[in-house]
């Protein structure tokens, strides 16, 4: 069963500090990969998308990376700010079927002063 | 969250009725989805459709039926509701199919209380 699993389930940082959350997957072969920031009662906003091909993605302070070969993604948010605070979810696209996205449970991060 | 909205954003309602959520999008988007988040889980599909009338199931498809009859409406129906179906609820949209570099839209939800 494909899965994509995220860790830390919920992390802590104070404000202007750095932070990376991670996402491990078994999809494969997989066509691209995702991460969406959704806040409190908001629906999730993409932030990157990556092909199979590609390692790394910026977004401002979001740089996503991914390691095709271990199958793991992170993503590093550069000097926090409290706009932060929200679910980071990662999602994958199995390759060839079109609309079964798998996605990670998600990390809460509270940035907080 | 631009071109597309759901309505309504909250509804409680009892056991056992049939309830209508309704994603409206303006951006011409050829497909839509319908998911539900809850704890403990990532979001799951419900249905999808690439087109008018154009329908398929996703994976925890029982008990939900949808219709598209227009390209900008794509409505959710739970037949008979029941407290496990509650649960917040998402349509998204997407202009290719997801396993291309297509833009992927998420709605605000509708958080649906069964009682």
């Known amino acids: 069963k494909n899965q994509v699993e995220q860790s830390p389930q919920s992390l802590i940082i104070l404000e202007g500090k750095n932070c990376t959350l991670q996402c491990n997957y078994t999809v494969s072969p997989f066509s691209n990969l995702r991460w969406y920031k959704q806040d409190t009662g908001r629906g999730p906003v993409s932030l990157t998308i990556m092909t199979f091909s590609e390692n790394t993605k910026s977004n401002g302070r979001y740089t996503a990376t991914l390691d095709a070969d271990t199958k793991q993604s992170s993503l590093h948010i550069t000097a926090s700010q409290l706009s932060d605070s929200a679910s980071y979810i990662c999602?994958?696209?199995?390759?060839?079927?079109?609309?079964?996205?798998?996605f990670g449970t998600g990390t809460r991060l509270q940035v907080t002063l | 969250d631009a071109g597309i909205t759901q309505s309504p954003r909250h509804k409680v309602t009892e056991t056992g009725t049939p309830v209508t959520l309704r994603c409206h999008q303006t951006?011409?988007?050829?497909?839509m989805y319908w998911y539900r988040q809850d704890p403990g889980h990532g979001l799951r599909l419900i249905h999808y459709?690439?087109?008018?009338?154009?329908?398929d199931k996703g994976e925890v498809s029982d008990g939900y039926s949808v219709s598209r009859s227009k390209t900008e409406d794509f409505l959710l129906t739970l037949e008979s509701a029941t407290s496990s179906q509650t649960s917040v609820y998402f349509c998204?949209?997407?202009?290719?199919?997801?396993?291309?570099?297509?833009?992927?839209?998420f709605g605000s939800g509708t958080r649906l209380t069964v009682v």
């Open positions: 459709s690439y087109g008018v009338k154009d329908t």
């Open positions: 999602v994958v696209s199995p390759k060839g079927t079109a609309s079964k996205l798998t």
């Open positions: 951006e011409n988007h050829r497909y």
């Open positions: 998204a949209i997407s202009d290719g199919w997801p396993g291309g570099d297509y833009g992927y839209t």
